[in-house]
């Protein structure tokens, strides 16, 4: 990795789940956390694919959004919850006429994809989601540490190839070591899958099973038309139980958290926020509205911290838009890689002012150097949208593609000006 590593505040990771010892599951306290946060450089991707995970070295995680002052509060993944990251982003064309909650999609992955809500909004309950989606909902069984099945998570389908979006830590371990994976239908049935591709930075991954039978590809909505106090389900293998559906609201919406476990292997989300009932097993599984539509993946919770008894679901809990889902899906099934967004510039993240930004070093040749950013400069607006800390302006960034030209509000010597910067871009 590059010394261009993060600076100021230690910010605990999200993004794991672990296999449960006997009698049950449980979670480990609150663990080492990373040093500092960063913007990656030009030459460098943000993380690492996540490393196995054991009992001893699994740390707990705290969401870090701007400026959340939640004491004591340690955000965690959730896969391994049971015993034993060229293709085009998608653009929204807007709201169908015939379903004006509804939102159509104009790429991505074109035909074998289903975009149309299968439930009218007349018929909208939590009954009818589970109806459509269950038969979209997979729970996946992952080697983990050498253990066949050590790892449960969640995912759903894509496409009528058999595709599967869920995680990359629930499978990271089993594609490291060339572990079996395997995928169980609704009906139990268990059908051997194989690693597309991974995105350890959005924590997301595509595996295929194309001898699975029966499976039905998920509506694919967007998180862009949710509301704050809209009613969503989530559906998956929490602690191993399968087709297990839950309910609850969205409770917040562009909510910046961090995930890994290291300074080298951390990952950012601007994810939805929703009180939803998910536990460790739910990693991956949908995140859907009552449209029937898949509007967000789940990968995180929050704990008041590590004590076993309080360490499942408090009403905390996070997903990734499907918007990052359908771009870093579609860049997977084109090329088996997936890429982010980089300027090549580190900022602090201890300053908790709400301020901005704050630049403290730049490297050469990067865009950030080309647009003429400095150490020092403090950005407080990414395309006219204020940012308050640094880990604010890194999900901010992370929200478009390599290539895009966005705007920084960057304040200079008590200046403010525009700068335009070209984001380059890194697999990772």
């Known amino acids: 990795m590059s010394t261009d590593e993060p600076s100021g505040e230690p910010t605990q990771p999200l993004g794991w789940d672990r296999p449960a010892p006997p009698p049950g599951p449980a979670f480990p ?19 690492e694919p996540l490393p196995g995970r054991t009992p001893e070295s699994d740390p707990a995680t705290r969401a870090r959004p701007s400026r959340w002052t939640w004491p004591v509060v340690a955000v965690l993944a959730l896969i391994i919850g049971a015993l034993s990251g060229v293709g085009g982003a998608a653009l929204w ?23 149309q809500a299968p439930i009218k909004p007349g018929d909208a309950s939590v009954v009818a989601v589970a109806d459509a989606l269950l038969p979209s909902t997979v729970q996946i069984q992952a080697e983990y540490a050498g253990k066949e099945n050590g790892a449960t998570g969640s995912g759903f389908v894509l496409d009528a ?36 591709g991974r995105s350890p930075v959005y924590d997301l991954a595509v595996i295929s099973a194309p001898d699975a039978k029966g499976l039905k590809p998920a509506s694919l909505g967007a998180a862009k038309a949710l509301r ?24 917040a919406l562009d909510r910046p958290v961090t995930t890994g476990d290291s300074a080298d292997d951390t990952s950012y989300i601007n994810a939805v926020q929703t009180d939803a009932a998910i536990n460790p097993g739910n990693s991956g599984g949908p995140l859907v509205n009552l449209l029937g539509q898949v509007v967000g993946v789940n990968s995180a919770i929050a704990t008041t911290g590590g004590i076993q008894d309080e360490a499942g679901s408090i009403g905390v809990g996070f997903a990734i838009p499907i918007e990052q889902v359908r771009t870093t899906a579609a860049q997977i099934l084109d090329t088996g890689k997936a890429s982010y967004p980089i300027i090549g510039a580190k900022v602090q993240t201890a300053d908790d002012s709400g301020d901005g930004a704050e630049i403290s070093s730049v490297d050469d040749g990067t865009p950030a ?5 400095k150490k020092g400069d403090i950005i407080k607006a990414v395309d006219g949208q204020r940012v308050s800390d640094g880990i604010g302006l890194i999900v901010a960034i992370r929200t478009h593609q390599p290539g895009e030209k966005i705007t920084f509000t960057v304040n200079h010597a008590g200046k403010d000006r525009q700068v335009e910067v070209t984001l380059a871009g890194e697999v990772g």
């Not at 704050?228 to 969205?250: D, H």
Request: proline share 8%; glycine share 12%.
């Open 29 to 47: 306290p609150p663990g080492i956390r990373p040093s500092d946060s960063w913007l990656p450089p030009l030459t460098q991707p943000l993380t």
């Open 228 to 251: 704050v106090g809209e009613q969503v389900v989530a559906i998956g293998s929490p602690l191993g139980l399968s087709s297990t559906v839950t309910a609850g609201i969205v409770s």
């Open 369 to 373: 150097a080309n647009a003429g950013l």
């Open 93 to 115: 064309d807007g709201l169908d006429d015939d379903n004006p909650t509804a939102y159509t999609s104009s790429g991505g992955f074109g035909s074998t994809t289903v975009n």
């Open 161 to 196: 190839k058999g595709d599967i979006v869920t995680n990359n830590h629930v499978v990271a371990d089993a594609a490291k070591n060339h572990g079996p994976i395997w995928v169980v239908d609704t009906q139990g049935r268990r059908s051997k899958a194989t690693v597309v």
